[in-house]
């Protein structure tokens, strides 16, 4: 293990202990404080509510995934070739809106609450993983389709045994970049009631307490840079797996 792999699990486990065991790290938030206010967030518990920050993050990551790979496989089929401009036109949605107009237009319609943030994480992340998709599977060279055909895959069979598998690093490093944009702005969902590491942030706002703002900031702060090295390494991984199969298909 690297010394970036040591790091992380320092991080690690210190944003656990942090967590479970906030008040041993009072004395790290007081000088932040004034008029004797709470240097340790005390109108929930963090622990529960990094779980569920983390649920509708990567909640929503999911359906956006199923949505967007479903996408980018339909329009790189011959029968979807057409329906390119119309997908990106929906996947863009979610970045043409900002995610705060799309929570107005949806507690309307859903009420308050998660399912409002779940609309807004799920419209943004589709974005990143449908293009990371779509140029995955366009960048399988063709030499390598026409050999599959010659083995006499069929087109689903070719998708799942050498389109995907060839694709899965890139596709991957855009479920990524997906769920770390999603852990910021899922701190707006507080502002709906939704149950998060913003409710943290905006009580330190309305208290005028920079030591709630911190905290809430530093804990959604760690988690993204934990995330990324962990779903980076699941990338590294299949980029040396896809290395091994193709040296030894070459042997």
Do not use: C
């Amino acid at each position: 293990m690297g010394w970036a792999g040591i790091g992380r699990l320092v991080v690690f486990a210190l944003l656990v202990a942090f967590l479970t065991m906030p008040d041993a790290f009072a004395f790290v938030f007081e000088p932040l404080t004034e008029n004797n206010a709470p240097a340790i967030y005390n109108q929930g518990s963090l622990w529960s509510l990094t779980v569920s920050h983390l649920t509708i993050v990567f909640g929503a990551g999911l359906a956006s995934t199923v949505l967007a790979v479903a996408l980018g496989i339909f329009v790189t089929r011959p029968s979807g070739l057409e329906f390119l401009p119309l997908s990106r036109s929906l996947v863009n949605i979610g970045q043409t809106f900002p995610p705060i107009a799309v929570l107005a237009v949806a507690v309307p319609l859903v009420g308050f609450g998660e399912a409002p943030t779940f609309i807004a994480l799920f419209l943004y992340g589709l974005l990143p993983i449908f293009e990371n998709t779509l140029g995955g599977l366009t960048q399988v060279p063709p030499l390598t389709l026409d050999a599959a055909r010659g083995m006499g895959m069929g087109p689903t069979r070719r998708l799942f045994s050498v389109e995907l598998p060839l694709a899965l690093p890139v596709i991957l490093a855009g479920i990524r970049l997906s769920i770390i944009i999603n852990l910021g702005t899922a701190t707006i969902g507080s502002t709906v009631a939704a149950k998060g590491l913003g409710e943290v942030i905006i009580a330190g706002l309305q208290s005028n307490n920079l030591a709630f703002v911190l905290q809430g900031g530093l804990v959604v702060a760690l988690l993204a840079v934990l995330i990324h090295g962990l779903m980076g390494g699941i990338e590294r991984f299949a980029l040396r797996r896809l290395g091994g199969e193709r040296g030894g298909a070459l042997a």
